[in-house]
């Protein structure tokens, strides 16, 4: 019989909670049960197998250091080391930028494409969930949708996106700000 996605929440909880009194076969099983999902959400952003690699083992280093602040009532824990796992994507992406002299990753494809990142990441231990999302983002106009997924998915900063869509800054804030709230309106209505 396969485990519920809430006992699936539960067991990485308390996978967490051991792993942040320090007990390594918690942390090994943990490792283990995520270790899949979060590479695919960055070697989404990095789009590079290595570079992904390397950043997975300094994310199960910060996770390491950190179990021991996770608190089940903040989130559920796949969602907060998946939020360790991007970060550290993004910062290895804007860290080899800079390294590069290249310009910041206004080349990330946008419209349906964009989408697959759910597929990969975000929502992959929940097919209710990600139905529900991909619906409400769909729901947004294209524009919209795509400056949503660019800032929370791509870690893109609003200077990045203004100068993509050649608005000011105030203008994509405005946009991010309207389209997050119809969009978490979708989400509490489905």
């Known amino acids: ?58 994310t199960f280093l910060k996770i390491w250091e950190r179990a021991a602040s996770y608190d089940r009532k903040a989130g559920a824990p796949l969602s907060w080391m998946i939020a360790i796992a991007r970060n ?22 946008t419209g349906e494409d964009i989408l697959q990142y759910l597929d990969g990441g975000i929502t992959a231990g929940d097919p209710v969930e990600a139905r529900a999302l991909r619906h409400c983002l769909n729901g947004l106009e294209e524009q919209a949708r795509d400056t949503v997924v660019l800032a929370y998915c791509y870690g ?18 405005t946009w991010l700000h309207r389209s997050l709230k119809t969009l978490f309106q979708c989400l509490e209505g489905d």
Do not use: C, H, N, W
């Open 1 to 58: 019989m396969s485990e519920t996605p809430a006992d699936d929440r539960d067991s990485l909880a308390v996978l967490l909670e051991r792993a942040g009194a320090r007990e390594r076969a918690a942390f090994e099983a943990l490792y283990q049960a995520v270790s899949g999902k979060l590479f695919g959400v960055q070697l989404r952003i990095l789009k590079d197998r290595t570079l992904a690699e390397d950043t997975l083992q300094e």
């Open 88 to 109: 550290a994507a993004i910062d290895r992406l804007r860290s080899k930028e800079d390294r590069l002299g290249k310009a910041s990753v206004t080349e990330t494809e």
């Open 156 to 173: 893109f900063s609003r200077e990045e996106l203004a100068e993509r869509y050649a608005r000011p800054v105030g203008t994509i804030k």
